[in-house]
């Protein structure tokens, strides 16, 4: 399986990060599953294993302590960009997160991030659109108690 190269681009704060150093598990036109530590060290969590829905805009990561215990999920809303000659993914957070705790409590984070962004002109109107409405799919499925999604199963950390 070839490995693309992976950049995280954040609008806040501003800054592109290569993760392409992740551990390629699974790769299909639709799906990204990549295993991973912590790039900077962290008290709350060591890494986890991650699912990067291509066609769906979002990414979903189980999260881990250095002891290989489950802490939580945290959803990424993103908005993603493919160049097919560099074999290049880049994955645009789109500022909104879920972040979903094993006893089923849902927080959603970073709604303010959002309205500061579009306020800014950091990110277009159309990108915040497909925020909101990325985020109101992925809370029906969490809501609709078909979270985590099929693709997820089988893969350990």
Known sequence: MKKPVVLRRRYIPSEVVDISADELVFRSETL????WVSIKPRPDFHGGISFTFLDKGYKLGRFYDG???FLYWYCDIIEVNYNEAADTYTLNDLLVD????PDGEVRLLD???LGDAIADGLITTKQACKSLRTLDDLLKLIYSRNFPPAECDGYEY
């Open 98 to 101: 879920i972040k979903i705790m």
């Open 32 to 35: 990204l599953v990549t295993k």
């Open 67 to 69: 002891y290989g215990r």
């Open 111 to 113: 709604a303010d991030e």
